[in-house]
């Protein structure tokens, strides 16, 4: 039996036994390593999700994409995703929403010592990058670097992709030139002494974008939505009560030490510090710029990463009721 078949045959199997969400719980499938643990963990621990209606019963997976295809099938009520996958959905019939979760980005970090002060400098450099090609944040620096500087990344520099951990030693051990990284992972360089060339909140506001669209977010059913309005509610409620403890509380955060994977106490406050910065401003997603976001997406990244989105779908961002 292939991983493949091992994870879909588990799906099943769990979305044959889940009951509605008539009895109150929304359940969530999340990456068992995945930093949005973190906020979970508060709202279970402190009471969040009880306190506004609901019952949260989290399910770890072994990744995105396995819990994408338990949330696809049916077996669970939310996961996390970014909001140009929910806006592909949509394009292809799939009625999902977005609640606003994170918009913790990062940057591209060079060596302390590194010669490099802008983009420019990293041409005919080796650069490491988690994600993939069709990272979002190095889709960006693509675009900055090619209006600010003329010049393609993709082409001009070369890239090394790999799993996050890896390419936090190879640049920490000197092996590449500049790295991008997931947001937790690039908090963990900075506090080893690395340095932020750029940041991409600095990259989307050269083009234009508004650094304070949030990428990541909750994901959840229309359906849920149109028939159990208060359970969204109540988990939108819970997300941002679980923030604001997690912002002014640091015990809050020492109960959550042993789940974080630090080694030492500068990168447990540059994770603290991380988590906070990504917190979404307050109110409704600014419409028009997510659509410049979405249009770049779109020119460096195709339809491989956007799929047939031409223009933001309507209702996809949910905006809690003030």
């Known amino acids: 039996m292939t991983i493949q078949t091992a994870i ?61 295809i338990a949330f696809q099938g049916g077996a669970v009520d939310i996961i996390v995703s970014d909001w140009i996958w929910v806006a592909r959905q949509r394009a292809a019939g799939a009625d999902f929403i977005f609640i606003p979760y994170s918009r913790a980005v990062g940057g591209m970090l ?19 990058i988690a994600g993939g090609q069709l990272d979002k944040s190095w889709i ?19 890239q090394v992709f790999g799993a996050p951990p890896l390419i936090m030693n190879a640049a920490t051990t ?37 650094p304070a669209t949030p ?21 939108a409620k819970a997300s941002a009560a679980a923030k604001a403890k997690l912002a002014t509380d640091p015990a809050a955060w020492d109960r959550l030490r042993d789940r974080m994977n630090v080694e030492d106490d500068a990168q447990f406050t540059a994770l603290q510090d991380g988590f906070n910065a990504g917190t979404p401003v307050p109110g409704a997603v600014n419409l028009e710029a997510a659509d410049r976001m979405l249009k770049v997406m779109a020119e460096l990244g195709g ?3 956007v799929g047939d989105v031409t223009a933001l779908p309507d209702g996809l961002f949910y905006t809690p009721a003030e």
């Open 140 to 158: 960006i620096l693509r675009a900055y670097a090619q209006q600010e500087y003329g010049i393609d990344l993709a082409t001009q520099t070369e």
């Open 110 to 128: 060079v060596p302390a010592d590194s010669p490099a002060q802008s983009l420019a400098d990293m041409e005919g450099k080796t650069i490491g």
């Open 174 to 210: 000197g092996e590449v030139d500049g790295a991008m990284n997931f947001w937790h992972f690039l908090a963990k360089m900075k506090a080893a002494g690395m340095r932020e060339l750029i940041s991409v909140d600095e990259a989307a506001s050269a083009l234009g974008l508004d």
């Open 303 to 305: 339809t491989e990463l």
């Open 8 to 68: 879909t045959a588990a799906v099943l199997a769990l979305a044959a036994t889940v009951a509605t969400a008539q009895d109150g719980t929304i359940r969530a499938a999340v990456q068992e390593s995945g930093t949005v643990n973190w906020e979970l963990d508060t709202i279970k621990h402190y009471g969040f999700d009880t306190d506004n209606g609901f019952t949260l019963d989290v399910q770890g997976m072994a990744g995105g994409d396995a819990a994408q």
């Open 215 to 235: 990428l990541l977010g909750y994901v959840m059913r229309g359906d849920m939505l149109r028939d159990h309005p208060e359970l969204v509610a109540g988990m």
